[in-house]
């Protein structure tokens, strides 16, 4: 007579509240990215209303500069001429997310990969909706670190800060071994993996 395994043991049975932290992830995931991308629409907008046809607005005694721009290419306009490649690369960072989000239940993976699809999205906006035409559109840039040109560091906008910030945290995350699925290198091995030395001695 063969026993019944308890309730909740059987294989490939996910693991208690593994659904719940999962969802809760991708919520997240999706409220970060969707904030990130309209916070970058509305303050390029506005941007295009007041810092257009004017000079450069000075901030923290010159820390800080709005400075209106429209680049065709990267950071200091790097590929300029081939503006179609940035869309591709784009959708293919966004295609990234979303085979990362298969395992998310990481809260803070959520945070990092929710501002790098925001940043990509608004950007990405730009390159297909903004002149001069359809994925080879100029990003609007407004935002000038200690020069008003963009002499000491390239201009940018929302949507790059929020890429940045979103790498940034990845790269952290990575470094101190936290993992997407929410477990930590180092602190939730698995008993198999702890090597076995009883018995291996003569």
């Known amino acids: 007579m063969t026993a019944t395994p308890p309730a909740g043991t059987e294989t490939g049975t996910a693991e208690p509240g593994g659904g ?6 991708i919520v997240l995931l999706a409220g970060v990215g969707l904030f990130a991308f309209l916070a970058d629409l509305l303050t390029k907008h506005l941007a295009l209303q ?5 000079e450069p607005v000075k901030l923290l005694g010159g820390a800080v ?3 209106l721009t429209r680049n065709s290419g990267a950071a200091w306009s790097i590929g300029s001429d081939h503006t179609w490649v940035f869309p591709l690369i784009t959708m293919a960072v966004i295609g990234w997310i979303g085979w990362m989000a298969l395992r998310l239940r990481s809260v803070p993976w959520a945070v990092s990969l929710g501002l790098v699809l925001g940043g990509a999205l608004g950007n990405l906006a730009d390159r297909i909706f903004r002149a001069p035409g359809h994925f080879v559109g100029h990003v609007v840039d407004m935002i000038s670190l200690f020069d008003p040109y963009g002499q000491v560091w390239p201009v940018f906008n929302l949507a790059d800060s929020a890429l940045v910030c979103g790498v940034v ?3 952290f995350l990575e470094l101190t071994g936290r993992q997407r699925d ?5 602190r939730d091995k698995p008993a198999a993996e702890v090597p076995v030395e009883q018995g291996e001695r003569a």
């Open 20 to 25: 719940r932290a999962r969802r809760r992830a």
């Open 65 to 67: 500069y709005l400075s």
């Open 182 to 186: 929410g477990s930590r290198l180092g």
């Open 169 to 171: 945290l990845a790269v």
């Open 50 to 54: 007041a810092l257009s046809d004017r």
